[in-house]
């Protein structure tokens, strides 16, 4: 089949991945023949489109799978989507308002319908876009969140984690999200110090039938109206004589006691606490321990209500009640400073608003029983983290690890199956259908009449993470009626076949921001439910960053569009970029360059089979310089491969991809290619083009997970293959054993062949000019099967083997032997004199490095002894050459 000049990815990736669909590759089913690899994606929030986080995340694990389906594995990546409560119900918000329609104005039903028709027309855009990447998911398997059987699945926890008393609803101090309209987790609230516009403001209280007054330090004047005591420290000897007096709240004038605790730091502010219960969780704590009331002077949008007692106040937005209060205060005397003042601010991870703390009735998790085991699987290594380091983080949030807030008032999402029949706080029952409920009312109310219509869902819906902690165990229909025994709250895996074969999944590749979130919850979920963990393996990746190390964000303008890269330098040329600088766990410093280095290798590998392709053939005898070349490269890639699965298993993906890079660009192009290449019009021998295609082929594979798309066109351009016989199916070479010895021996002969080339440059002597090797060594034996593969490739027309040194000649020292070049004339004394000196001078420094080395006990000790073996033969082999050159530099100057 004949080859274009150049490649072109944008004819070859739709032609491959349409066939590679078509064939139904990607698809895996449980088969006894073949053992299973699971990968589930993390699912992509509905309303997402590919960014480059996407990118590299979906490289790895499409890497993963496809090193695995070549392996034999029936392998399953499984993929779907996150219905992301908030952020989906603000886009249909958002398209609602352009049309002139308010949430407010509808139905629940109305609004859903809406939200469904918003999902089925944008939802699915970027696993679309993932194609153009190549992934190779499990198409037929694509969940959503809220499929019905995933919706059923989460509703069936919530009720199984209620019964257990796992889940509970309460009035809590939770984090209140003011534009979204919802309560957050406490893992949905970032805290980042901020200090621009954030201030201390020193604000002076009147004492009761006295002219006295306390000043409180604060830095959220608007909450003053909220206060309902002040608090001091009772060790404090400034302030511990006003306990049990009363103060005046500003303004309004509202009594208020002044009470000690020992929460109040002696040394912050002033030493006396404004205390609110209503609006801060430390305040809160307080107000509990001292039976304090609690005035709510915030409405749930984030404005100012009736409770502040200032008509002026109503309805000002939080902080614009700050500004007012604060021009309100100086002018009325009683602002004491403000100061700048640098403090963590909490904002919503959605929304970026910032977070107000509101007492609330919510539904929550709780959480320290239940996640025992989940802590400790990962601690003691049952579930692996890659990086390890990421244990510290993961350490840290489990042992203080609080309870789950669960609750969104929002629509979108699986409604919390909680029917209320009365008026009662414990008048609700909690039920997978109303039907459920409705038995269950009868038995806990009076009324037995009780219909379906007395009854009252829950507004509110699950966390969004709620369903996506189920995500390995319903995608699979863990909880299905055959599945899931009520009774005792467990999964029977032996009653679900595709559960059973494909559970625990293999490895889970995520972002370290959402260990807790996601992965914890995971790991509890499994354990809660079969008793195992969810996946063997964790791949933490890092963040993509632009060069100056700023995340990247739209907002910043540097983050682009991905599916543009793939136009310029095709997917696969963006999928080895994406990996040359991405070490798991660390930032990758994104630059357009790495895109332009995978399309160069991809053009480096379509070329190296261009040029075999266009070798003419004969039958002629196999030559001794080709034999070598073909038994060095045959071992090479035994080594090479063998260094890919320490990588692989090691999960450090980005060093199994310069492995391979170096296989093809150093070893396979730049050193075999050379060494066997005919001369100009010459013909190549039959067997040895043959044996060349056969390694191409082995290259091929071992390159196929990071650049699909190149090597299946290669693939089949070789030769016509059947469907069986497709790359993408091919089996993954095994590593053999390797001599070391030849590749050793290979490895003198590239340095003599460069060093040669050296001395051609430095005269600038072109490579046309045949010139003579004289090599004076004692072993020079062990040189002789060198011999002719230093002729060709260094271009020379004789190789001399002698004891005495010319005089006028370029020379080198290569493992004790001697090489020189005869130069006539060419040769300059000065000049050959400084190289010798220099050189002198770089192994003389080398050698300190190593004696240094040797020199430390801690490093005999307890590095290996092989590796200590090498460094004492570097230094061997250093002072020999010290030796040969300083003979060579005493020859000159006599």
Known sequence: MSISAQYDPTVVEDKWYDYWMTNGYFHAEPSPEKEPYTVVIPPPNVTGVLHMGHMLNNTIQDILIRKARMEGKSACWLPGTDHASIATEAKVVQMLREKGIKKSDLTREEFMKYAWEWKEKYGGIILEQLKKLGASCDWERTSFTMDEDYYKSVVRVFVDLYKKGYIYRGLRMINWDCEAQTALSN?????????????????????????????????????????????????????????????LVPFINREIPIIGDTYVELDFGTGCLKVTPAHDQNDYEIGKRHNLEVIDTINLDGTLNEKCELPSYVGLDRFEARKKIVKDIREAGILVKEEDFVTKIGRSERTNSVVEPKLSLQWFVKMKDISRTAHKVVMDDEIKLHPAKFKNTYNHWMENVRDWCISRQLWWGQRIPAYYFGTGEDDFVVAETAEEALELARTQSSNSDLATADLRQDEDVLDTWASSNLWPISTFDGFNDSSFDKTIGKIDKSKNAELDYFYPTDTLVTAPEILFFWVARMIIAGYEYLDEKPFKDVYLTGIVRDKQRRKMSKSLGNSPDPLELIKKYGADGIRTGMLFSSPAGNDLLFDEKLCQQGRNFSNKIWNAYRLVDGWEATDKENNEVDDLAIEWFDNRFNQALEELEDHFSKFRISDALMTVYKLVWNDFCSNYLEWIKPAYQSPVNAQTKARTIEFFEQVLKVIHPFMP???????????????????????????????????DQANLLFEIITSVRNIRNTKQIAQKVELELIICSSKGDELTNLLPSIQKQANLSEIRLENEKPTQASGFVLKGHEFFVPLADSVDSETEKKRLEEEIKYTKGFLASVVKKLSNERFVSGAPEKVVEIERKKQAEAEEKIKVLEEQLNSIIQ
Request: aromatic residues 8%; glycine residues 6%; negative net charge.
């Open 187 to 247: 893992e949905e609230v970032l805290h980042k110090e901020e200090g621009e516009n954030s201030k201390l403001y020193s604000v002076k209280y009147q004492l009761k039938n006295s002219d006295e007054f306390v000043v409180i330090a604060t830095q959220r004047p608007e909450t003053i109206m909220g206060d309902t005591a002040i608090a001091v420290n009772p060790k404090d000897e400034r302030f511990k004589h006003l306990i049990g007096k009363t103060a």
């Open 709 to 743: 798309f190149i090597t299946e066109e290669l693939w089949q351009t070789i030769e016509g293959r059947t469907e069986e016989e497709a790359l993408i199916v091919t089996k993954w070479p095994t590593s053999g054993v390797f001599d070391k010895s030849i590749l």
